[in-house]
């Protein structure tokens, strides 16, 4: 509305100045024909009515700056108000609809670089449907002066699936702050290591974050929760909570297994059976499972058998095909909370079952 305006007043100026014709008598007070006039750290008056939705004002300053224009009123609340900076063709150099603005919808503000001793047209506009329905005339002061960034700085933490950022901008003009931060989201979060044998001693795995794009994030994006005793036996969880430019918590798990052990014998003690001698593994252990198979590597027709109690070292198995060869191998179980958690397999042997 306001760019249709520009032009045409930029058209009635032109007819004007080519055709001589006088402003006329019956000028509106602070119209484009009758502008009042607008001086640094000054106000004026500029009121809207039902006929009237906009008030012009002339402004030239003494020397080269940027200058702010800017009026207030509760009412702006419910109303669309603008204000423009014109140069002395009408061409639109400012427009507070142009900028971000601030927090507060009752001030209306514009800024804009001026050249020393040229006049400029500020002009105060109210949206015409709004100035339709006003039940009484509005009365607000314009006011002019130099402007001063006023900045603001908007800030959102990036998350799993947000970006985040921060940015500097001034309300007022159209200046911003070159150095954007921006910040991918996180995507990729890794323990150095998931496994480990017991040993009896402290564990707490390392951890790696990494964006969308593969880019490490730095340690200080985030804090590391370890269980307060991952010594023995059992699953455990990490926890890393994200801060600063980021925001989300992630849980990561880690396991100890119980140590193995080592076959000591394998015979066949009988017919068709078996025995099967390993050694104790007394510590942080529950028991043992003891794996068979006429295939050396294990890959296909496996049998397990679960040999309940740490002091127990031996297992016969029975019902076994005469003659054939077996493979044999054991490794320790340790229960958790009914989960049971197994060591890795020992080295197998073989033996011959007997005809």
Same mark, same amino acid.
């Given at each position: 509305?306001?760019?249709?305006l520009?032009?045409?007043?930029?058209?009635?100026?032109?007819?004007?100045?080519?055709?001589?014709m006088?402003?006329?008598?019956?000028?509106a007070?602070?119209?484009?024909?009758?502008?009042?006039?607008?001086?640094?750290?000054?106000?004026?008056?500029?009121?809207?009515?039902?006929?009237?939705?906009?008030?012009?004002?002339?402004?030239t300053?003494?020397?080269?700056g940027?200058?702010?224009?800017?009026?207030?009123?509760?009412?702006?609340?419910?109303?669309?108000?603008?204000?423009?900076?014109y140069?002395?063709?009408?061409?639109?150099?400012?427009?507070?609809?142009?900028?971000?603005?601030?927090?507060?919808?009752?001030?209306?503000?514009?800024?804009?670089?001026?050249e020393?001793?040229?006049?400029?047209?500020?002009?105060? %506009?109210?949206?015409?449907?709004?100035?339709?329905?006003?039940?009484?005339?509005?009365?607000?002061?314009?006011?002019?002066?130099?402007?001063? %960034?006023?900045?603001?700085?908007?800030?959102?933490?990036?998350?799993?699936?947000d970006?985040?950022?921060?940015?500097?901008?001034?309300?007022?003009?159209?200046?911003?702050?070159?150095?954007?931060?921006s910040?991918?989201?996180?995507e990729?979060?890794?323990?150095?290591?998931?496994?480990?044998?017991?040993?009896?001693?402290?564990?707490?795995?390392g951890?790696?974050?990494?964006d969308?794009?593969?880019?490490?994030?730095?340690?200080?994006?985030?804090?590391?929760?370890y269980?307060?005793s991952?010594?023995?036996?059992?699953?455990?969880?990490?926890?890393i909570?994200?801060?600063?430019?980021?925001?989300?918590?992630?849980?990561r798990?880690?396991t100890?297994?119980?140590?193995?052990?080592?076959?000591?014998?394998?015979?066949?003690?009988?017919?068709?059976?078996?025995?099967?001698t390993?050694?104790?593994?007394?510590?942080?252990?529950?028991?043992?499972?003891?794996?068979?198979?006429t295939?050396?590597?294990?890959?296909?027709?496996?049998k397990?058998?679960?040999?309940?109690?740490?002091?127990?070292?031996?297992?016969?198995?029975?019902?076994?095909?005469?003659?054939?060869?077996?493979?044999?191998?054991?490794?320790?179980?340790?229960?958790?909370?009914?989960?049971?958690?197994?060591?890795?397999?020992?080295?197998?042997?073989?033996?011959?079952?007997?005809?």
């Amino acid at each position: 509305m306001k760019k249709l305006l520009s032009t045409l007043l930029a058209v009635l100026l032109a007819v004007t100045m080519l055709t001589g014709m006088a402003i006329p008598a019956q000028a509106a007070e602070n119209d484009i024909f009758n502008p009042g006039v607008l001086e640094l750290d000054g106000s004026v008056a500029a009121t809207f009515s039902k006929t009237k939705n906009a008030a012009f004002f002339t402004f030239t300053p003494a020397a080269k700056g940027m200058y702010e224009f800017r009026m207030s009123d509760n009412k702006f609340e419910d109303l669309c108000a603008s204000i423009s900076v014109y140069d002395n063709y009408l061409t639109s150099l400012a427009d507070s609809d142009d900028v971000v603005g601030d927090d507060s919808d009752t001030t209306i503000a514009v800024a804009a670089t001026l050249e020393a001793g040229v006049t400029y047209i500020v002009g105060a %506009h109210l949206d015409e449907d709004d100035a339709e329905e006003l039940s009484r005339p509005l009365t607000v002061n314009v006011n002019a002066l130099v402007h001063k %960034h006023n900045i603001k700085t908007e800030k959102a933490t990036a998350t799993k699936k947000d970006m985040g950022y921060i940015a500097k901008y001034c309300t007022t003009c159209a200046w911003d702050d070159e150095s954007f931060e921006s910040y991918f989201p996180y995507e990729t979060v890794k323990l150095s290591k998931t496994s480990y044998t017991y040993d009896g001693k402290e564990k707490k795995p390392g951890v790696t974050v990494a964006d969308v794009l593969g880019n490490p994030i730095s340690k200080s994006e985030y804090t590391v929760t370890y269980p307060k005793s991952a010594k023995n036996v059992g699953k455990y969880t990490v926890t890393i909570k994200f801060k600063n430019h980021y925001a989300g918590t992630e849980k990561r798990t880690f396991t100890i297994n119980p140590k193995g052990t080592s076959l000591s014998k394998v015979t066949s003690p009988k017919k068709a059976q078996l025995k099967v001698t390993w050694k104790k593994q007394a510590t942080q252990t529950t028991g043992y499972q003891v794996q068979y198979s006429t295939d050396k590597n294990f890959k296909k027709g496996n049998k397990t058998v679960t040999v309940k109690g740490a002091k127990t070292t031996s297992k016969t198995i029975s019902k076994l095909t005469k003659g054939k060869k077996y493979y044999v191998r054991v490794r320790t179980y340790k229960t958790v909370n009914k989960t049971n958690f197994y060591s890795g397999w020992s080295k197998s042997s073989s033996v011959t079952v007997k005809k």
